[in-house]
């Protein structure tokens, strides 16, 4: 069946540094991604979304790569600060347009 | 900035008791999602609207959740009776139409006792 997951639950950098969020998603058809981040006992906040016409989107600090070969895609941050610290999530609407969440990768940013 | 409004931020209940949570989308957004988080994994959707009707409640558990958007905007999400196992953050989300971003709520904590 459908599936989003991600491949690391934690994800330690030093701040400066850049960071780099995975995920895999299994059905070949999904056309649209969101990056979500969620900051403890908040709800998730929109980061990036990427349609499956483009490979690469790319806002302020954030860098979001597709690749529909492999099915997989990734969330750079770039010059990680403590306050990117929160669990981020990628979700894959699919062809039910209900945005269907993994587990999400908790990462902490260390001063 | 046009937010997802929920109420109330945080709820305690006693098992058995009936529990209520309320959400007012952004404005225009058709599309209404209830999800349950439960602490260290991802919302699951166990709501959607479309203007006023289900687009999907196949997750929803009948015998003891209800949900309404009778007007198609703001939207009641219940639990009658509540269990321990309903511990959880509810959120709300919005979207424009259905396949854009979704936008979520601040949640609603609720702990069951």
């Known amino acids: 069946g459908e599936s989003v997951g991600l491949h690391l639950p934690t994800l330690s950098v030093q701040e400066g540094d850049n960071s780099i969020i995975n995920c895999a998603y299994s059905?070949?058809?999904?056309?649209?991604f969101i990056w979500y981040k969620q900051e403890s006992g908040k709800g998730p906040q929109f980061i990036i979304d990427?349609?499956?016409?483009?490979d690469k989107r790319q806002g302020q600090r954030v860098t979001v790569l597709l690749n529909k070969t492999v099915k997989h895609l990734s969330l750079q941050i770039a010059a990680t600060q403590p306050g990117d610290s929160a669990v981020y999530f990628c979700a894959e609407p699919g062809g039910s347009y209900i945005p269907t969440f993994g587990r999400g990768t908790s990462l902490i940013v260390h001063p | 900035e046009a937010e997802v409004a929920q109420s109330p931020r945080y709820k305690i209940t006693e098992k058995s008791q009936a529990v209520a949570f309320w959400c007012d989308p952004i404005s225009g957004h058709a599309t209404l999602y209830w999800y349950r988080q439960i602490l260290g994994q991802g919302p699951e959707l166990l709501v959607q609207?479309?203007?006023?009707?289900?687009?999907?409640d196949s997750q929803l558990p009948k015998d003891r959740f209800s949900a309404e958007r009778l007007k198609g905007v703001d939207s009641t999400l219940k639990i009658q009776p509540a269990e321990l196992g309903d511990s959880a953050m509810y959120l709300c989300?919005?979207?424009?139409?259905?396949?854009?971003?979704?936008?979520f709520g601040q949640g609603t904590r609720l702990t069951v006792v």
């Open positions: 990427i349609r499956s016409n483009m």
């Open positions: 989300a919005s979207s424009f139409r259905r396949n854009t971003e979704a936008f």
């Open positions: 609207f479309q203007d006023e009707s289900v687009v999907d």
């Open positions: 059905n070949s058809a999904s056309d649209y």
